[in-house]
């Protein structure tokens, strides 16, 4: 690496650390936030039920001090893409009497893994969730399995899990669960679920109000991809992704009849 690059690359960090500071709270700068706390009043909606932190670099220790906020009491919708809170951030989110009230929690990209999703299964606060993003946080099978015993989360509709570390183990031990029957969309896309993993799915029983389900680019084949097709466990199916997988032009035939026949869109490409 030549000089150039080297202060190049300095002067980013430097810049970084003046305005977000080293804790992942921003720093002052032209006016803007000071604190996790300006942050909150910065973008927070008027009515308290909705926040949008999505982009920003809290860290765990930003989480932690987002967690125990009074203003939040009334929080519904809570957005943290990208904030990189890892599982002690996700802990101490999971501990907050002020998050009680939450509805849609998009956690996109926050490195929980398997331990961070079993804070937010262990948390008792967590019973209203109607929407859960999840995707791009290296959860595994043993995250997923946890997720799957818990009974907390009946009147979840949509969950996102897409491109995580999931493989035919952990959507089985999905499929078997009972604990999701208002749950409407499913999104797997970019796992390794396989055809072990769609044919567990195949002949689950728990998903009666199913009507959108993501398996793109998860290695199926056309044994997995024939066993959705003729499930019965999703009378209420509308859309069934299989993009980026290795379906066969026979297989893809059966699809397009599929589609003509129970009116349900597969998408194949």
Same mark, same amino acid.
């Given at each position: 690496?030549?000089?150039?690059?080297?202060?190049?690359?300095?002067?980013?960090?430097? $810049?970084?650390?003046?305005?977000?500071?080293?804790?992942?709270?921003?720093?002052?700068?032209?006016?803007?936030?000071?604190?996790?706390?300006?942050?909150?009043?910065?973008?927070?909606?008027?009515?308290?039920?909705?926040?949008?932190?999505?982009?920003?670099?809290?860290?765990?220790?930003?989480?932690?001090?987002?967690?125990?906020?009074?203003?939040?009491?009334?929080?519904?919708?809570?957005?943290?893409?990208?904030?990189?809170?890892?599982?002690?951030?996700?802990?101490?989110?999971?501990?907050?009497?002020?998050?009680?009230?939450?509805?849609?929690?998009?956690?996109?990209?926050?490195?929980?893994?398997?331990?961070?999703?079993?804070?937010?299964?262990?948390?008792?606060?967590?019973?209203?969730?109607?929407?859960?993003? $999840?995707?791009?946080?290296?959860?595994?099978?043993?995250?997923?399995?946890?997720?799957?015993?818990?009974?907390?989360?009946?009147?979840?509709?949509?969950?996102?899990?897409?491109?995580?570390?999931?493989?035919?183990?952990?959507?089985?031990?999905?499929?078997?669960?009972?604990?999701?029957?208002?749950?409407?969309?499913?999104?797997?896309?970019?796992?390794?679920?396989?055809?072990?993993?769609?044919?567990?799915?195949?002949?689950?029983?728990?998903?009666?109000?199913?009507?959108?389900?993501?398996?793109?680019?998860?290695?199926?084949?056309?044994?997995?991809?024939?066993?959705?097709?003729?499930?019965?466990?999703?009378?209420?199916?509308?859309?069934?992704?299989?993009?980026?997988?290795?379906?066969?032009?026979?297989?893809?035939?059966?699809?397009?009849?599929?589609?003509?026949?129970?009116?349900?869109?597969?998408?194949?490409?």
């Amino acid at each position: 690496m030549n000089r150039i690059e080297n202060g190049f690359r300095a002067g980013c960090l430097l $810049l970084a650390i003046l305005v977000w500071g080293p804790s992942g709270e921003a720093w002052a700068q032209e006016g803007g936030p000071e604190s996790v706390e300006d942050l909150v009043k910065a973008r927070l909606s008027v009515d308290g039920k909705s926040l949008d932190l999505s982009g920003g670099t809290l860290g765990p220790e930003g989480a932690a001090k987002l967690a125990t906020l009074e203003s939040l009491g009334k929080l519904e919708t809570l957005l943290l893409q990208g904030n990189k809170i890892t599982y002690r951030g996700m802990k101490a989110l999971a501990k907050s009497p002020y998050l009680v009230h939450l509805k849609h929690l998009d956690l996109w990209g926050n490195l929980l893994g398997d331990l961070g999703l079993k804070a937010l299964v262990d948390s008792p606060h967590f019973k209203d969730l109607v929407a859960l993003k $999840l995707w791009k946080n290296e959860i595994g099978d043993d995250g997923l399995a946890l997720f799957a015993e818990s009974a907390q989360f009946k009147n979840l509709k949509i969950l996102m899990l897409n491109d995580n570390l999931i493989t035919p183990e952990g959507l089985a031990a999905l499929a078997q669960s009972q604990n999701f029957p208002a749950l409407e969309t499913l999104n797997l896309f970019r796992n390794e679920v396989g055809d072990g993993g769609v044919e567990a799915l195949a002949k689950a029983q728990g998903f009666p109000n199913l009507q959108a389900l993501y398996l793109g680019q998860n290695q199926i084949t056309d044994a997995g991809a024939l066993a959705l097709l003729r499930s019965r466990g999703f009378p209420n199916l509308k859309v069934l992704d299989l993009v980026l997988n290795r379906l066969t032009e026979k297989t893809l035939v059966e699809v397009f009849q599929y589609n003509k026949e129970k009116g349900v869109q597969v998408i194949t490409r």
